[in-house]
């Protein structure tokens, strides 16, 4: 197996040669086991323990087990203790997620101090069989049936490839102490079942069962690297993005088969879980949304919207008299000037003596009216939106400069008739949005 290991590390695992890891090790046999091929390869590593003080002095003993591996093998080594009862009534959570949140939050901390890139934990073949079959039993994608990674950005696992029984024999083979975890064999938790009932099963129907599976497992983490990259390619497509929208046509969207599918692959990244509302805002009036935690999927007309959650802004910014430049909430420019000069959807003049200062820099608020320039009549803002054509999101964005309670101007689009330039003007006040 040592030489299994060696070729398996050259092969597929080359950055845990080129600088230091940390080693999680339970003192469990596949551990103990890892930590012992690591040190014969010379490999540079610390070994870090968890006691989560769930076992009483069977607790302790897996500690001090792994404390004399430490300094058997000459390695450093890091060790904390949990009070994990405790971090199960404060999150409201189950063991063995408690013990999961617990222990990589604290492999963390010490990669950050020590300035260390790689955990390389034991997970082995009959784990990632094991996580095969409970996915399966919940219902799953093809990700979930594509196992344990090998790899992620700080995690390594470079005994996917060896199955219990290998990591079990070399360890009797060499005389290496272990401990044997007494909850392993609790056949109340799913894993455990499957593990000590279900799995023998399988193995005696056919002997090359884990082989095959392996090799299965391949043929599904490759299929699903090709669909990935189509996935990113269409996307990159049928998507457009501005001012931190992304857009995307909905008849796109229906163009592709099977489109729910599609629609979970493009947009599952953003925490949405209602694909069946999601798949109906593609038939929806406008203005229908589905929320995630973090983002909104907006209806319309003939496109979805996609924006990230803020809070809303109801915050008023004043501008003083003489006050030349705001930069918040966005930049505008203040100047008074002799004559109209250039105009644009950027700059409005109007009649200084007219307005009421401070003004103010504001959102939208229900009841808002004006009257637009070079109309008679009074319009409510949500009706100058409607006509606009304006989405949810834009309407959200929309900033108004306001002389007391009077709008003066929709920023970037319609100034007010009220404070337009006459005869009688004597001052002209420009704005700019810069």
């Given at each position: 197996?040592?030489?299994?290991?060696?070729?398996h590390?050259?092969l597929?695992?080359?950055h845990?040669?080129?600088?230091?890891?940390?080693?999680?090790?339970?003192g469990?046999v596949?551990?103990v086991?890892?930590a012992h091929?690591?040190?014969?390869?010379?490999?540079d590593?610390?070994?870090a323990?968890?006691?989560?003080k769930?076992?009483?002095?069977?607790?302790?003993?897996d500690?001090e087990?792994?404390?004399d591996l430490?300094?058997?093998?000459g390695?450093e080594i890091?060790?904390?203790?949990?009070?994990?009862?405790?971090?199960?009534?404060?999150h409201k959570?189950n063991?063995?997620?408690a013990?999961?949140?617990?222990?990589?939050?604290?492999?963390?901390?010490?990669?950050?101090?020590?300035?260390?890139?790689?955990?390389?934990?034991?997970?082995?073949?009959?784990d990632?069989?094991?996580?095969?079959?409970?996915?399966l039993?919940?219902?799953?994608?093809?990700?979930?049936?594509?196992?344990?990674?090998s790899?992620?950005?700080t995690?390594?696992r470079?005994l996917?490839?060896f199955?219990?029984?290998?990591?079990?024999?070399?360890?009797?083979v060499?005389?290496?102490?272990?401990?044997e975890?007494?909850?392993n064999?609790n056949t109340?938790?799913?894993?455990?079942?499957?593990?000590?009932?279900?799995?023998?099963?399988?193995?005696?129907?056919?002997?090359?069962f884990?082989?095959?599976?392996?090799?299965?497992?391949?043929?599904l983490?490759?299929?699903l690297e090709?669909?990935n990259?189509?996935?990113v390619?269409l996307?990159?497509?049928?998507?457009?993005?501005?001012d931190?929208?992304?857009?995307v046509?909905?008849?796109?969207?229906?163009?592709?088969?099977?489109?729910?599918?599609?629609?979970f692959?493009?947009?599952?990244?953003?925490g949405?879980?209602?694909?069946?509302?999601?798949?109906?805002?593609?038939?929806?009036?406008?203005?229908?949304?589905v929320?995630?935690?973090?983002?909104?999927?907006?209806?319309?007309?003939?496109?979805?919207l996609?924006?990230?959650?803020?809070l809303?802004?109801?915050?008023?910014?004043?501008?003083?008299?003489?006050q030349?430049?705001?930069?918040?909430p966005?930049?505008?420019?203040?100047?008074?000037?002799?004559?109209?000069?250039?105009?644009?959807?950027?700059?409005?003049?109007?009649?200084?003596e007219?307005?009421?200062?401070p003004?103010t820099?504001?959102?939208?608020?229900?009841?808002?009216?004006?009257?637009?320039?070079?109309?008679?009549?009074?319009?409510?803002?949500?009706?100058y939106?409607?006509?606009?054509?304006?989405?949810?999101?834009?309407?959200?964005?929309?900033?108004?400069?306001?002389?007391?309670?009077?709008?003066?101007?929709?920023?970037?689009?319609?100034?007010?008739?009220r404070?337009?330039?006459t005869?009688?003007?004597?001052?002209?006040?420009?704005?700019?949005?810069?």
């Open positions: 197996m040592l030489e299994n290991f060696r070729n590390i050259d597929h695992f080359p845990l040669k080129e600088g230091k890891f940390i080693l999680a090790c339970s469990g596949d551990s086991v890892l091929l690591c040190n014969s390869y010379r490999l590593f610390s070994i323990h968890c006691n989560f769930l076992r009483g002095e069977e607790s302790d003993k500690e087990l792994v404390r430490a300094e058997n093998l390695k890091f060790v904390t203790t949990f009070d994990t009862h405790g971090y199960m009534a404060q959570t063991l063995q997620i013990a999961r949140e617990l222990r990589y939050n604290w492999f963390s901390q010490i990669m950050a101090i020590h300035n260390i890139k790689t955990l390389v934990t034991a997970h082995h073949a009959d990632s069989l094991e996580t095969f079959l409970i996915n039993s919940r219902g799953t994608g093809i990700e979930g049936l594509t196992g344990i990674p790899h992620t950005d995690i390594s470079p996917l490839q199955s219990r029984s290998e990591i079990k024999r070399y360890a009797e060499n005389a290496i102490r272990w401990r975890d007494a909850s064999e109340k938790y799913l894993r455990n079942n499957i593990r000590h009932n279900i799995i023998p099963k399988l193995k005696e129907l056919n002997p090359y884990l082989e095959n599976f392996l090799k299965t497992q391949e043929y983490r490759q299929t090709i669909s990259q189509q996935i390619q996307r990159k497509q049928l998507f457009s993005k501005e931190g929208i992304e857009k046509n909905v008849d796109s969207l229906l163009a592709l088969n099977p489109t729910k599918a599609y629609l692959h493009f947009l599952r990244e953003y949405f879980t209602q694909w069946d509302d999601i798949y109906g805002l593609l038939s929806a009036n406008s203005g229908k949304e929320h995630s935690n973090t983002h909104r999927l907006l209806k319309d007309r003939d496109f979805l996609l924006k990230p959650k803020v809303k802004n109801t915050e008023v910014f004043n501008i003083d008299d003489g030349e430049a705001v930069l918040e966005i930049s505008l420019k203040f100047s008074t000037v002799k004559a109209i000069g250039e105009t644009s959807s950027k700059i409005i003049y109007v009649d200084k007219t307005l009421k200062y003004l820099v504001r959102k939208c608020q229900k009841g808002d009216y004006f009257y637009p320039l070079g109309m008679s009549g009074r319009k409510k803002i949500s009706k939106f409607k006509d606009e054509k304006m989405d949810v999101f834009a309407k959200e964005n929309q900033w108004l400069v306001c002389s007391g309670n009077n709008i003066v101007w929709i920023i970037g689009k319609r100034a007010d008739e404070y337009k330039i005869d009688r003007t004597k001052e002209i006040l420009k704005i700019t949005l810069e």
